[in-house]
């Protein structure tokens, strides 16, 4: 059945990290994130997250682009419009508006999970997730030395997560990884993610890295740089996993034809949404490229767009996809989202759509500015 928005509400909530996260880039202490609140023609409402962060540090977006680009450009062209799939919409949001995927991304996977919910099906199950659940990983961020960050790796190891990552930066590389291998050892997977802090240059120094074992090394060199990023994987025993440089499906297969890496991080904002996220979800696997999860430090309604995806088979890496309580004092749903004591994040299959319980109130203290287009009015 044909899809028509008739409404779409943004706002903005500001949700303090437990304790500030570090990458190469820069240093976030407060999440500034945008919610989408879109509504069919049926009355049928659903919420959606934009994963842009404040600054233009992880890629030229953030949420003031993206404000704007939602509200200027990409909700005129669907409001009102028959729909008939949700596999149209990113065709729909990409015709004569280049870039801006974040923005896109929010829109077309809240058109996915309205979807689900018209259907009366998990959001897991509309995109092809065969999963119920999905196994776990820690993105830990820069510490001030090796012993700090050995003590956060034994914490998530003792907390059961399936692999950790660990934020890397010339200065905080080698060191502080041979510390925690020395201290976890072959326990568990460990993988260090560079967020583009290294030149070709460093091909040497990166080299180091082989020593330990680690099941990749993520986003090495720039966004751009897949050339040289195949050059850097000739060099090194690690197997190179691209997130900033994948940004499309013509992307990864170009990856995969330079040998520029051998894993790809999906996070379906980065790449404008799921229709995307299954095109190269579906280019890997025909290539035998495992796939994983990424996050962006998502409130709860974002993770539970990641989680649908993370259910889809050729995610076979543990996602970032860790449980509220890590980031936050208290999340925007309830119940917040866990792990067992595997590792592993529950997919909702018992109910249609998302699967979550949005807390409004919650959202409604946490809201510093909003903005709408559609039928309602504020
Ligand atoms: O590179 O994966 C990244 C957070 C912000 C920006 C970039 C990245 C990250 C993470 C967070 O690693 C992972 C998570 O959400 O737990
Ligand atoms: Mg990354």
Same mark, same amino acid.
């Given at each position: 059945?044909?899809?028509?928005?008739?409404?779409v509400q943004l706002?903005?909530?500001?949700? +303090?990290? !437990?304790?500030? *996260?570090?990458?190469?880039?820069?240093?976030?202490?407060?999440?500034?994130?945008a919610?989408l609140?879109?509504?069919?023609?049926?009355?049928?409402?659903?919420?959606?997250?934009c994963?842009?962060?404040?600054? +233009?540090?992880? @890629? %030229?977006?953030?949420?003031d682009t993206a404000w704007h680009a939602i509200g200027e450009w990409l909700v005129p062209?669907?409001i009102?419009?028959?729909?008939?799939?949700?596999?149209?919409?990113?065709?729909?949001?990409?015709?004569?508006?280049?870039?801006?995927?974040?923005a !896109? %991304?929010?829109l077309?996977?809240?058109? /996915?999970?309205?979807?689900?919910?018209?259907?009366?099906?998990?959001?897991?199950?509309?995109?092809?997730?065969?999963?119920?659940?999905?196994?776990?990983?820690? @993105?830990?961020?820069?510490? %001030?030395?090796?012993?700090?960050?050995?003590?956060?790796? !034994?914490?998530? *190891?003792?907390?059961?997560?399936?692999?950790?990552?660990?934020?890397?930066?010339?200065?905080?590389?080698?060191?502080?990884?041979?510390?925690?291998?020395? %201290?976890?050892?072959?326990?568990?997977?460990?993988?260090?993610?560079?967020?583009?802090?290294?030149?070709?240059?460093?091909?040497?120094?990166?080299?180091?890295?082989?020593?330990?074992?680690?099941?990749?090394?993520?986003?090495?060199?720039?966004?751009?740089?897949?050339?040289?990023?195949?050059?850097?994987?000739?060099?090194?025993?690690?197997?190179?996993?691209?997130?900033?440089?994948?940004?499309?499906?013509?992307?990864?297969?170009?990856?995969?034809?330079?040998?520029?890496?051998?894993?790809?991080?999906?996070?379906?904002?980065?790449?404008?949404?799921?229709?995307? @996220?299954?095109?190269?979800?579906?280019?890997?696997?025909?290539?035998?490229?495992?796939?994983?999860?990424?996050?962006?430090?998502?409130?709860?309604?974002?993770?539970?767009?990641?989680?649908?995806?993370?259910?889809?088979?050729?995610?076979?890496?543990?996602?970032?996809?860790? +449980? @509220?309580?890590?980031? /936050?004092?208290?999340?925007?749903?309830?119940?917040? /989202?866990?792990?067992?004591?595997?590792?592993?994040?529950?997919?909702?299959?018992?109910?249609?759509?998302?699967?979550?319980?949005?807390?409004?109130?919650?959202?409604?203290?946490?809201?510093?500015r909003r903005a709408g287009i559609g039928?309602?009015?504020?």
């Amino acid at each position: 059945m044909t899809i028509r928005i008739e409404d779409v509400q943004l706002r903005e909530i500001r949700l +303090p990290l !437990k304790e500030p *996260f570090r990458i190469s880039s820069g240093v976030v202490t407060e999440r500034r994130i945008a919610l989408l609140e879109i509504t069919d023609a049926d009355g049928i409402m659903v919420w959606a997250e934009c994963v842009a962060g404040e600054l +233009p540090n992880y @890629s %030229a977006e953030t949420i003031d682009t993206a404000w704007h680009a939602i509200g200027e450009w990409l909700v005129p062209r669907v409001i009102e419009r028959p729909i008939e799939s949700p596999a149209d919409v990113h065709a729909l949001l990409e015709e004569n508006i280049c870039g801006h995927n974040m923005a !896109k %991304a929010a829109l077309e996977m809240g058109i /996915w999970a309205l979807e689900a919910e018209r259907q009366g099906v998990p959001l897991s199950r509309l995109l092809g997730g065969t999963r119920d659940r999905v196994p776990t990983g820690i @993105s830990i961020g820069i510490q %001030a030395n090796p012993a700090a960050l050995v003590t956060r790796a !034994k914490a998530a *190891f003792d907390a059961g997560y399936r692999k950790i990552k660990m934020k890397i930066q010339p200065g905080a590389d080698v060191e502080f990884v041979r510390a925690v291998h020395e %201290a976890l050892g072959a326990n568990v997977h460990l993988m260090a993610d560079a967020n583009s802090a290294y030149a070709l240059a460093d091909a040497d120094h990166l080299a180091k890295l082989d020593d330990f074992g680690l099941i990749m090394i993520e986003q090495p060199l720039n966004r751009d740089d897949l050339v040289r990023h195949a050059r850097l994987q000739r060099h090194i025993w690690t197997s190179i996993c691209l997130d900033e440089s994948i940004t499309s499906v013509d992307r990864a297969e170009d990856m995969i034809a330079l040998g520029a890496g051998r894993i790809i991080n999906i996070k379906p904002g980065r790449v404008g949404g799921f229709t995307v @996220s299954k095109g190269i979800h579906n280019v890997a696997q025909a290539n035998g490229i495992p796939v994983w999860c990424g996050g962006m430090l998502e409130s709860g309604i974002g993770r539970a767009y990641n989680v649908a995806l993370a259910s889809l088979p050729n995610f076979s890496l543990p996602g970032d996809l860790s +449980p @509220s309580a890590r980031y /936050w004092e208290r999340d925007v749903v309830t119940p917040e /989202w866990t792990m067992d004591s595997e590792g592993m994040v529950h997919v909702p299959l018992d109910r249609p759509g998302l699967g979550i319980t949005v807390d409004v109130d919650r959202i409604d203290d946490l809201t510093v500015r909003r903005a709408g287009i559609g039928q309602s009015t504020l």
